[in-house]
Nanobody, 128 residues
Framework: QVQLVESGGGLVQAGGSLRLSCAAS????????MGWFRQAPGKEREFVTA????????FYADSVKGRFTISRDNAKNTVYLQMNSLKPEDTAVYYC?????????????????????WGQGTQVTVSS
């Protein structure tokens, strides 16, 4: 049974930083493309970033490009989201997601339908 467990959320002032982690278990992590999505109150869940199973390819939403960095440590079965220069509009529940089919990272991964497994989410609140 695949489990994705996010951690690292919290309350931070605008301009601050947080690092989210997503620990995966249940399948071979190195086969999984991983993504981060977020959902703000009253809004649809939206794509934030994704990383290929190899770690070579990454995608970012325009709204976070240059501020957020996705990375992975296959030895620890964990994907990270380093968030710098946080803004109040980054406030949301952040979810990690996984696709274990070892496919090339394409624009499909901007969409929830590309992922088979989801974590429970972690709250990030950025105060102004």
């Amino acid at each position: 049974q695949v489990q994705l467990v996010e951690s690292g959320g919290g309350l931070v002032q605008a301009g601050g930083s947080l690092r989210l982690s997503c620990a995966a278990s249940g399948r071979i992590f190195s086969s999984a493309a991983m993504g981060w999505f977020r959902q703000a109150p009253g809004k649809e869940r939206e794509f934030v970033t994704a990383i290929s199973w190899s770690g070579v390819t990454t995608f970012y939403a325009d709204s976070v490009k240059g501020r957020f960095t996705i990375s992975r440590d296959n030895a620890k079965n964990t994907v990270y989201l380093q968030m710098n220069s946080l803004k109040p509009e980054d406030t949301a529940v952040y979810y990690c997601a996984a696709d274990y089919r070892k496919r090339p990272l394409t624009s499909d991964y901007y969409y929830e339908s590309a992922y088979d497994y989801w974590g429970q989410g972690t709250q990030v609140t950025v105060s102004s």
